[in-house]
């Protein structure tokens, strides 16, 4: 069982700057693709990036904008995020896949979900 916590969430305004953290427990944590979610008000979970075993990827939407790195020493995955636009505003998630080396992109691929954390952006 692996547990996953989100902090870093708040209110910003456009044009701004958020960092993410997910603490996972466990000592496997390197062995995991790391993804992280979000999900706006009537819409569905959507993939905003992750990070494999070597390397992170990202949805067109946020490429140039968010870096998602991981911490195996921390059991940590962040995700740095500027430029932050209202389109960004949503409960963000990270999510854990066991032994896989390059994250995918479709929530229901994921083994574990941390709890949330709201990010939203000001216009």
């Known amino acids: 069982q692996v547990q996953l916590v989100e902090s870093g969430g708040g209110l910003v305004q456009a044009g701004g700057s958020l960092r993410l953290s997910c603490l996972a427990s466990?000592?496997?944590?390197?062995?995991?693709?790391m993804g992280w979610f979000r999900q706006a008000p009537g819409k569905e979970r959507e993939f905003v990036a992750g990070c494999g075993w070597s390397n992170s990827y990202y949805a067109d939407s946020v490429k140039g904008r968010f870096t998602a790195s991981r911490d195996n020493a921390k059991n940590t995955v962040y995700l740095q995020m500027s430029s932050l636009t209202p389109d960004d505003t949503g409960v963000y998630y990270c999510a854990a896949e066991l032994d896989t080396v390059v994250p995918k992109s479709e929530p229901n691929d994921y083994d574990y979900w941390g709890q949330g954390t709201q990010v939203t952006v000001s216009s």
């Open positions: 466990g000592r496997t944590f390197s062995r995991y693709a």
